[in-house]
C-alpha cells in the first residue's frame, strides 16, 4: 500500500459480531485515523509515544477478547490466528523500543514502520484473519436460538 492509497476506514462490510468486537476495531480505526490521514508520517517523537502507548495497550486488551471469542466458536483456526496476533504484538514491541529510544532523527523511520504495521492490522488481518469469524458468531447464535429455555428441557 503506497502512500496515494486511501485511508482505511471501518464500514458495515467488516461487521464480525455487531458487538464489542466490532466496537474494538472502531477504536482502532479511530486511534490511528489522525496518523493515517497525516499522510502516515508522525511529526514529533511525543506523538509516536503516544500512539504506540495506545495500541500496544489496545492490542493486548482486543486480541486477549478475540480469542476468547475465537474459543468460544470453536473456530478452526484459532492457533493460526493467535500467531498472527503475537506477530502483530511483536512488530508494535519492536517500534515501541525504537520510539522510547529516539530522539527525533528516527521520526521517519518510526514512521514508516508504524504505517507498514497499521496498514497490516487494518488491512490484511481484519480482513483475512477476523472476518471469517462471522459465520462462525453467526452459527452459534442461530444455536443458541433454537436452543429451548431451560424451564421446557426434561432433565431427568
Ligand atoms: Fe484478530
Ligand atoms: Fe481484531
Redesign the pocket.
Given at each position: 500500500m503506497s502512500d496515494e492509497d486511501p485511508i482505511p476506514g471501518w464500514s458495515p462490510d467488516l461487521s464480525i459480531d455487531q458487538g464489542l468486537i466490532d466496537a474494538d476495531h472502531q477504536y482502532l480505526f479511530n486511534l490511528t485515523a489522525a496518523f493515517m490521514s497525516g499522510g502516515r508520517q508522525f511529526n514529533t517523537p511525543d506523538q509516536a509515544y503516544d500512539l504506540v502507548h495506545r495500541l500496544v495497550e489496545y492490542a493486548s486488551i482486543?486480541?486477549r477478547r478475540?480469542?476468547a471469542l475465537l474459543a468460544r466458536i470453536n473456530y478452526p483456526d484459532a492457533i493460526d490466528?493467535h500467531l498472527?496476533?503475537i506477530r502483530l504484538e511483536d512488530g508494535l514491541a519492536e517500534i515501541q523500543k525504537t520510539v522510547i529510544t529516539t530522539s527525533g532523527d528516527q521520526l521517519a523511520f518510526v514512521s514508516d514502520l508504524m504505517g507498514a504495521l497499521i496498514n497490516e492490522w487494518l488491512v490484511t488481518?481484519?480482513r483475512s484473519?477476523?472476518l471469517p469469524?462471522k459465520a462462525y458468531v453467526e452459527q452459534l447464535r442461530q444455536s443458541a436460538r433454537n436452543t429451548p429455555p431451560i424451564d421446557d428441557l426434561t432433565l431427568l
Open positions: 482486543h486480541f478475540e480469542e490466528h498472527e496476533h488481518h481484519i484473519y477476523d469469524m
